[in-house]
């Protein structure tokens, strides 16, 4: 794809205008003003050399010593490498930067955790991934309480655990010489001793008194995470980021029982008489995207007119068939659930509507045949007391009825799904975020379990579509359910996360 391309930007280069000092390499690399300059100062223990406070700002490549746990790197600071243009960073990303980057034996990244992870940090984290590097992940300007939660946005990049530090005020800079010291190479072996000469032997190195260690990143996530510090569910959480990257159509899918409308509505959508012909019947074909357009724009209808044709020969007319409804989520993004409102919401709608939850779709749903509704009050009520009761995970989803025969009200669909859409691509910043947790944890007290008091620390969103949360603290992972949904309830009202699935991840720390 596009990353791919992105890769070959930066060949590497025959000569190198670096000196090659036998010293292992550490490259602080990241886009302008994150703070690479005040951290190289920090770690080669320099106070005075030049930081600009102006993004962009040329400056000469700096490198210096610095000792760390007994041992000496070279460290060389890219800033004013990156060249003046932030906003375009990856595309122009200095070569000289990249050819520090292709020198290094451990990559610095470094993010600021104040911003929060912008785009140009996304396509530079795309690209380092694919230089086999050694990358320490650091989220610099989290000084505070405040500042080490919203570090762990950084998660979110697929590099690791985010090392949350300030190198302006110089928290954390221990705990992050000690991972650099961990990622260089190992030491060639010390020579033979001569005989007779005294053999000197390396104290064990001590990591530090558990009890007063300064709550960082590393000492949040558990030891279930592999050894990339990713915890495995965010693997393809990254993955979707970088797809979402890509500006594609809105891709939306038509489910609901047989016969409740669903090729009467495509077709209205497209805004013409189409048959669906299928070779024969009971014939599969592939389902097809097709382009539907209004005054908003385009978007692409996932015809899974074949895939519900071999169900109804399958299984019969009236039942259900799960695989092709399933088939028809996993290839649109968002789901119009379209329900026959003559006969109310019935227990199948539900069970749609749950397996597109379990999906992580958005869904909106569409109550069709509405011309043909006799009391229109009481069905609504109805409808929406069944929805109350039977599908709290689906509240505040968006309902729209309409009659795809006549056309009546259809042309409200396409908004809501829209709507939907951006909910399910939105983000919530993490200060908002643990602002909002901190009041609801004051509010109710977390209960005790097994006679001890849970501690919840932070909040963070770690993705979109669908959002979803990481919960971090203490026994994080034995939260009574009860607890948990109303974390879930209170993000849904808060931030109108409404018609999408909301995950949250719990993650206990020791
Ligand atoms: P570079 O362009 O990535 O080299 O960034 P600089 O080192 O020049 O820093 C950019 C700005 O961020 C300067 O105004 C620094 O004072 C500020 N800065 C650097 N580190 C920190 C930090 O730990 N906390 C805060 N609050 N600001 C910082
Ligand atoms: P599908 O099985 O979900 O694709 O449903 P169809 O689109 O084939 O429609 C099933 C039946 O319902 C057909 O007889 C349609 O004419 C009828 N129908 C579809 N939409 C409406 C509507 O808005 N009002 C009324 N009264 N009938 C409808």
């Not at 406070?53 to 990156?82: F, H, Q, S, W, Y």
């Not at 930067?97 to 795309?126: M, N, W, Y």
């Not at 762990?152 to 650099?180: K, N, Q, R, W, Y």
């Not at 749609?352 to 011309?371: M, P, T």
Request: glycine share 8%; with cysteine.
């Amino acid at each position: 794809g596009r990353s791919g391309k992105r890769g070959q930007k930066h060949p590497l280069r025959p000569e190198s205008p670096l000196p090659a000092s036998g010293l292992p390499t550490v490259v602080i690399a990241g886009r302008p003003n994150v703070g690479k300059s005040t951290l190289f100062n920090r770690l080669t223990g320099r106070r005075n050399a030049l930081v600009a406070d102006m993004p962009g700002v040329t400056r000469d490549r700096k490198e210096g010593e610095a000792l760390m746990r007994g041992r000496t790197v070279r460290m060389i600071d890219t800033a004013g490498l990156e060249e003046a243009a932030p906003e375009t960073l990856f595309g122009r990303m200095g070569s000289s930067s990249a050819l520090a980057v292709e020198q290094a034996d451990v990559v610095l990244f470094c993010v600021d955790a104040r911003a929060g992870i912008t785009p140009a940090d996304k396509h530079f984290a795309v690209w380092l991934r694919r230089q086999n590097r050694k990358v320490l992940l650091v989220a610099n300007k989290a000084e505070g309480k405040s500042g080490a939660a919203a570090a762990m946005e950084a998660f979110s990049l697929g590099l690791g655990t985010p090392i949350g530090v300030s190198a302006e005020h110089g928290e954390g800079i221990a705990d992050l010489m000690t991972e650099i010291v961990a990622a260089l190479p190992a030491l060639p072996p010390a020579p033979e001793p001569e005989e007779g000469e005294p053999v000197i032997e390396e104290a064990p190195r001590r990591r530090g008194k558990k009890e007063e260690k300064p709550v960082t990143f590393a000492s949040l996530v558990s030891e279930e995470d592999d050894e990339e510090g990713v915890p495995e569910e965010f693997a393809d959480a990254v993955f979707i980021e970088d797809e979402a990257a890509e500006p594609g159509l809105l891709r939306i899918a038509f489910v609901g029982r047989p016969n409740a409308g669903k090729s009467t509505l495509m077709n209205r959508v497209l805004g013409e008489e189409r048959m669906i012909t299928g070779p024969e019947p009971g014939l599969t074909r592939d389902s097809i995207a097709v382009l539907a357009k209004d005054e908003q724009g385009e978007v692409q209808l996932v015809d899974t007119a074949g895939l519900r044709r071999k169900a109804r020969i399958d299984e019969h007319l009236e039942k259900m068939s799960t695989s092709a409804t399933i088939e028809a989520l996993k290839r649109a993004e968002i789901v119009v659930l379209v329900v026959d409102a003559t006969l109310g919401l019935h227990e199948q709608d539900l069970q749609i509507a749950r397996l597109i939850e379990r999906e992580g779709r958005g869904c909106v749903l569409a109550l069709n045949k509405w011309d043909a509704v006799e009391d229109r009050v009481a069905t609504r009520q109805a409808i929406y007391d069944r929805l109350e009761t039977s599908l709290a995970q689906m509240r505040g989803i968006e309902v729209v009825s309409f009659s795809a025969k006549t056309g009546a009200g259809v042309n409200r669909l396409l908004p809501a799904v829209r709507r939907t859409a951006e909910v399910w691509n939105s983000r919530v910043p993490t200060g908002e975020l643990n602002r909002w947790f901190d009041m609801m944890l004051a509010r109710h007290t977390l209960p005790l379990v097994q006679g001890r008091r849970l501690k919840l620390r932070y909040i963070t969103q770690v993705k979109s579509r669908p959002p979803t949360f990481v919960v971090f603290g203490t026994r994080a992972e034995q939260l009574p359910e009860d607890y948990r949904r109303y974390l879930v309830n209170g993000l849904r009202e808060t931030f109108k996360l409404n018609g999408v699935p909301i995950r949250l991840q719990l993650r206990g720390t020791t």
